[in-house]
């Protein structure tokens, strides 16, 4: 009877330690998990007073995109199961509760010496304080716990892989951002010139110097530049509302504001391909994080091999046993017993599961160092693209701004031909084509210089 009211009572209680699971909508409100992984700023406010610069817009984002706060509770997460692990080498000390029902009356105690009284009961109910330490392992534990350590730096390596990459897209876009400005600005001058020089074509009707056709024809140019200046302008929002995706911040927030210089020269780093792969093996967190989890794959390794170890530990107990069912014999309803000692298991046969277990782990190994190599593959390509666009922007750059100025020269020679009667309207609106597209390309390439000086950084693992 007493155990059919124990055995309810046990599973109302086992119910109320599951009744409030935890709600995966709620989050703490920090966006920083702690300060021990990673030094992060606290979240900027959504209403951003005045221009930014560059580096307060990464600033803006390393405090505010949430793939680097999930990249940093990762880290911490991996940080965690280090200490888990450091923690198996330590003792545990548990308590632990019984009760049990038995079909043949029992000892509550063992005999300690003969002629000692002898209780005996069905219904026994235990209580001990458990200790016990891990004496040998085969070397689990430490490769377990040198593993851990190892895959919490290789996090800590992502994330600050992460923050690079994060700190190249807003510089990406920034500089795009500036360059789609100075080209709207460029088709907002070329409209401006177009509609003075139909004014001036008007002039030149009205004393009959000039025909309508050339009208006309400023007006599909004029036309063509509109609707060039509407999509800009349009790209020019979509860049915004992403660099604003990047910074975290809320669809709320006012159109961004930026301030640069898109013609200021950045000193470029060094563009040596031996020199920029030896500081990528020191520097690229990817590179450090591959080759932390490829150290620590091999140390999975040993902890399989542990698995052909016996395992020795140090246990002991104290705790009490009352009875609580109706007994027989002698004595009293209760009493203390303790232990104390080594115990050793040794694995006899486990189905082959230890085996098996060390070709997965093996296999695992050979498959890191495969994507290792790859990645090194990769880094190397990646740094080759860079410097040849680091390269090719520059000499576009400096090609471009002689263009220019020969494109502005034409057609201001162009349009003295035609208000004097002696050039075509053609050769004027193709004079003006020609200014806008050189400018447009020039602020197009200043930007893709930036991007590939910043993707040259990023590819040599440069904070």
């Known amino acids: 009877m007493r155990s059919l009211v124990i055995l309810p009572l046990a599973l109302a209680l086992g119910g109320c330690a599951i009744g409030r699971p935890t709600n995966p909508d709620l989050h703490a409100d920090a966006r920083t998990p702690a300060a021990s992984v990673s030094a992060e700023k606290q979240p900027r406010s959504q209403t951003l007073e005045g221009p930014i610069g560059l580096h307060e817009a990464i600033e803006i984002a390393l405090a505010n995109n949430p793939e680097v706060a999930a990249m940093t509770w990762d880290a911490s997460a991996a940080q965690a199961r280090q200490e888990q692990a450091d923690g198996e080498r330590l003792p545990k000390l548990s308590l632990v509760g019984s009760y049990a029902h038995h079909l043949d009356e029992q000892r509550l105690l063992p005999v300690g010496q003969p002629g000692d009284p002898t209780l005996l009961s069905r219904d026994i109910l235990s209580g001990d304080i458990v200790l016990s330490l891990p004496l040998f392992t085969g070397g689990r534990i430490i490769n377990q716990i040198k593993a851990a350590e190892l895959l919490q730096q290789a996090a800590m390596h992502r994330l600050s892989r992460n923050r690079e990459e994060l700190a190249f897209n807003v510089s990406s876009l920034f500089f795009s951002i500036l360059a789609q400005r100075r080209v709207i600005e460029s088709l907002e001058f070329s409209r401006r010139t177009l509609e003075e020089h139909a004014s001036r074509i008007d002039a030149l009707i009205a004393a009959q110097k000039a025909a309508r056709v050339d009208r006309m024809r400023t007006e599909v140019r004029l036309a063509d530049v509109q609707q060039q200046w509407v999509r800009e302008k349009n790209l020019l929002a979509i860049q915004r509302r992403a660099l604003a995706n990047l910074l975290g911040l809320e669809d709320s927030i006012e159109p961004l504001s930026l301030q640069g210089e898109l013609e200021s020269r950045e000193e470029a780093p060094p563009q ?61 309803t209760f009493g203390d017993i303790g232990r104390i000692g080594p115990v050793m298991e040794f694995p006899l046969f486990e189905g082959g599961r230890t085996e098996a277990r060390i070709r997965e782990q093996r296999a695992q190994l050979a498959a890191a160092r495969e994507r290792l190599r790859k990645l090194e593959l990769q880094i190397r390509l990646e740094i080759e693209i860079a410097l040849f666009n680091v390269r090719s922007s520059e000499e576009r750059v400096e090609a471009i701004r002689k263009a220019i100025a020969q494109a502005r020269e034409s057609l201001r020679i162009e349009q003295e031909k035609y208000d004097l009667g002696m050039g075509a309207i053609v050769d004027v609106l193709d004079a003006q084509a020609a200014l806008l597209e050189s400018e447009t390309t020039y602020y197009r390439v200043l930007a893709e210089h930036h991007t590939a000086l910043a993707q040259l950084k990023l590819a040599m693992g440069e904070e």
Do not use: F, I, K, M
Request: proline share 3%; no cysteine.
């Open 272 to 332: 040596d391909l031996e020199a920029a792969l030896a500081q990528a093996w020191e520097s690229r967190g990817d590179y450090l994080a591959a080759r932390r989890a490829l150290e620590a794959q091999a140390r999975s390794v040993e902890v399989a091999r542990a698995g052909y170890w016996p395992t020795v530990s140090l246990q002991a107990s104290y705790g009490g046993r009352w009875a609580v069912g109706p007994t027989s014999g002698s004595g009293d």
